[in-house]
């Protein structure tokens, strides 16, 4: 899969877009086709500054592309991190569920991802079960679980 390439469901007319920031190539595969199989329009990316590009080039910003619904970003990224990308679009007016992933997240970074307002945390290696369910309930989408 190409990066940036959009990946959709056919018998799905108008699913959420989800961009999906994630450095590690086979994590991102497999993510893409969890998010993909739920229902979702996945945006995959390969880094910091790929995810910051493309939310520069949203209509919030001048751009032409139709800003996501939920961005799923892992934090440690080369490039731009996470936390700096959500603090970007945050700046930018981009108002959307933001979910953060990581390995190695400390409590600091954790509070920094709070005060950023992010939805969601998910520690890595993540349950599939566990994303999908996070990010319908992040997007508010139909048959979200609460938990």
Do not use: N
């Not at 590690?24 to 590009?53: P, Q």
Request: aromatic fraction near 4%; glycine fraction near 8%; include cysteine.
């Amino acid at each position: 899969m190409l990066p940036g390439t959009c990946v959709m469901m056919p018998s799905e007319p108008h699913p959420l877009r989800i961009l999906l920031a994630e450095d590690d190539e086979e994590m991102r595969s497999l993510l893409t086709l969890t998010l993909v199989r739920a229902g979702f329009a996945v945006v995959a990316l390969e880094d910091g500054y790929e995810l910051a590009d493309y939310v520069s080039l949203t209509r919030v910003c001048g751009g032409p592309l139709s800003p996501p619904d939920l961005i799923l970003s892992d934090i440690q990224m080369p490039g731009r991190t996470g936390l700096e990308v959500l603090a970007q679009t945050q700046a930018a007016g981009l108002a959307c569920p933001v979910i953060l992933l990581s390995s190695f997240a400390d409590e600091e970074t954790r509070e920094e991802a709070r005060r950023l307002g992010v939805r969601a945390f998910l520690d890595k290696p993540v349950d599939l079960e566990v994303l999908r369910d996070t990010v319908r309930e992040a997007a508010g989408a139909p048959g979200a679980s609460l938990r």
